[in-house]
């Protein structure tokens, strides 16, 4: 049974194709890896402990927040 299964019968995506996927988004390779280690070490389980079902979705609004943490805020300008 060595795979743990996702719902529909999917299993975790591998390393290669998560970093792929965030490089097709504009993102690096390193962005990749924390989103990839994170979900991983969470058995790819969400906050409520539900099996991720789509992970191309989690890691879409993962990389929303990273660029989000890149851009600075207008607002906070001290000039």
């Known amino acids: 049974m060595g795979k743990s299964l996702l719902f529909r019968g999917e299993t975790p995506p591998s390393l ?3 970093k ?3 490089t097709q988004k504009g ?4 962005e990749a890896e924390h989103f990839f280690m994170f979900y991983q070490f969470k ?11 789509n992970w191309k979705s989690l890691a879409s609004g993962w990389i929303m927040s990273a660029i989000r943490m890149q851009t ?8």
Do not use: A, C, H, M
Request: charged letters at 20%; zero cysteines.
């Open 43 to 53: 058995q790819w389980r969400s906050k409520k402990g539900n099996l991720i079902t």
């Open 20 to 22: 792929g996927y965030f």
């Open 27 to 30: 993102q690096n390779e390193l």
């Open 16 to 18: 290669n194709k998560v």
């Open 72 to 79: 600075p805020d207008p607002s906070s300008n001290t000039q």
